[in-house]
């Protein structure tokens, strides 16, 4: 059974940085494409940010591109999200989620991914 944690969520003012953590269990970590996803109070859960296996390829929502940085290290089965910049309409919770196939346009949507963690809360104060 495949498991993802997320951490790093919690309080910031705007204009502040915040990176998360997500630790997933399992030997084939370095196999799955990673995504992030956020859901903000009210709405649909929307992508961030996506990375392929590798590392070599991401791919990020217009709304964060420029000031979210996704990154891997599979020695520790680990993703990353680092959050620059942050604007209080940034406010959500941040899931991070774990795909068996490669990076493609699929990676955008939530039906392309076969795990979940449980999520985190980031807020924004402004």
């Known amino acids: 059974q495949v498991q993802l944690v997320e951490s790093g969520g919690g309080l910031v003012q705007a204009g502040g940085s915040r990176r998360l953590s997500c630790v997933v269990s399992?030997?084939?970590?370095?196999?799955?494409?990673m995504g992030w996803f956020r859901q903000a109070p009210g709405k649909d859960r929307e992508f961030v940010a996506a990375?392929?296996?590798?590392?070599?390829?991401?791919y990020y929502a217009d709304s964060v591109k420029g000031r979210f940085t996704i990154s891997r290290d599979n020695a520790k089965n680990t993703v990353y999200l680092q959050m620059n910049s942050l604007k209080p309409e940034d406010t959500a919770v941040y899931y991070c989620?774990?795909?068996?196939?490669?990076?493609?346009?699929?990676?955008?949507?939530?039906?392309?991914?076969?795990?979940w963690g449980q999520g985190t809360q980031v807020t924004v104060s402004s």
């Open positions: 989620a774990a795909d068996r196939g490669i990076l493609y346009i699929g990676s955008y949507y939530q039906w392309e991914y076969d795990y």
């Open positions: 399992g030997r084939t970590f370095s196999t799955y494409t």
């Open positions: 990375i392929s296996w590798s590392g070599g390829s991401t």
